[in-house]
T-cell receptor, first 111, second 112 residues
């Protein structure tokens, strides 16, 4: 069983569209995250939810809106996609802020 | 870790040799450190961690060294194998903040 699973694996879309990425973890962790990895492989935190409460909200454009319906799920909705949004987005989870377990990533390409 | 530089440093080693990957961090308050391995097309995978009350921790074929004085972390891989080829990241955090800072990453290439 995959511990942290995210869908879709690949997402190709036009500028201006709205898209969502979904994430689920079956580890029983209380905290989930979204990270963005750019073309230089740099990983940067975007958001974090602890027990469905937003605890980290980095300087991310408000076109990005995370939603956590329950502790096991964290989705990311992106409005009005821009070329610069092209990246790999990773979902991760942890228990109490300890070691992160990552999903396999969603490669977003905005054309 | 620090996001210094715009390119991904590469370390090339012969199969069977030992590898040492270095990382600098900037936050004096960081007290928990992790090394991750990322293979192509996959998410980062946990390798080993260390807390600030230790300066060395060993796993299977891997050792992490922590020097808090100079804010430096290293990962040693013994008898490097082709399967070790990947990008390696260090990450540091202050307990309770839930926020990890990732280093730039180092690409390890194992030569046959």
């Amino acid at each position: 069983d995959t511990a942290v699973s995210q869908t879709p694996k690949y997402l190709v879309t036009q500028m201006g569209n709205d898209k969502s990425i979904k994430c689920e973890q079956n580890l029983g962790h209380d905290t989930m995250y979204w990270y963005k990895q750019d073309s230089k492989k740099f990983l940067k935190i975007m958001f974090s939810y602890n027990n469905k409460e937003l605890i980290i909200n980095e300087t991310v454009p408000n076109r990005f809106s995370p939603k956590s319906p329950d502790k096991a799920h964290l989705n990311l909705h992106i409005n009005s996609l821009e070329l610069g949004d092209s990246a790999v987005y990773f979902c991760a989870s942890s228990q109490g802020g300890e070691k992160l377990f990552f999903g396999s990533g969603t490669q977003l390409s905005v054309l | 870790g620090e996001s210094v530089g715009l390119h991904l440093p590469t370390l090339s080693v012969q199969e069977g040799d030992n590898s040492i990957i270095n990382c600098a961090y900037s936050n004096s308050a960081s007290d928990y450190f992790i090394w991750y391995k990322q293979e192509s097309g996959k998410g980062p995978q946990f390798i080993i961690d260390i807390r600030s009350n230790m300066d060395k921790r060993q796993g299977q074929r891997v050792t992490v060294l922590l020097n808090k004085t100079v804010k430096h972390l290293s990962l040693q891989i013994a008898a490097t194998q082709p399967g070790d080829s990947a990008v390696y990241f260090c990450a540091d955090t202050t307990s309770g903040t839930y926020k990890y800072i990732f280093g730039t990453g180092t690409r390890l290439k194992v030569l046959a």
